[in-house]
């Protein structure tokens, strides 16, 4: 499957975005996704991530509360909208497809990437 990740941008502290993850190739119902962001000079760190059906999510504690995780499989997107963003919350957002149908929390879990979304929240 392939991943196309878009919606990312700058915005001020306290303001939103949602995140699109697209997909093509394969069923995309297949899949689990998952949303990762890495900050400058920062690891790769878990966000947020839905099982096949949608059915069930989880995520990190920094974005509990603020972050929600969303798909439509009838369209063959995720989604991820950020409400509520910190300046901490800058980094580049990456989706993450993982087979199974069931999520994960590491990125060794996931087995297809995009390319990445920059989001800036400024002070």
């Known amino acids: 499957v392939q991943l196309q990740a878009s919606g990312g941008g700058l915005v001020q502290a306290g303001g939103s975005l949602r995140l699109s993850c697209a997909a093509s190739?394969?069923?995309?119902?297949?899949?689990?996704i998952g949303w990762f962001r890495q900050a400058p000079g920062n690891e790769r760190e878990f966000a947020a991530a839905i099982t096949w059906s949608g059915s069930s999510t989880y995520y990190a504690d920094s974005v509990k509360g603020r972050f929600t995780i969303s798909r439509d499989n009838a369209k063959n997107t995720a989604y991820l909208q950020m409400n509520s963003l910190k300046p901490e919350d800058t980094a580049v957002y990456y989706c993450?497809?993982?087979?199974?149908?069931?999520?994960?929390?590491?990125?060794?879990?996931?087995?297809?990437w995009g390319q990445g979304t920059l989001v800036t929240v400024s002070s």
């Open positions: 190739g394969r069923t995309f119902s297949s899949y689990a």
């Open positions: 993450a497809a993982r087979g199974g149908g069931y999520f994960g929390t590491t990125s060794s879990d996931y087995h297809y």
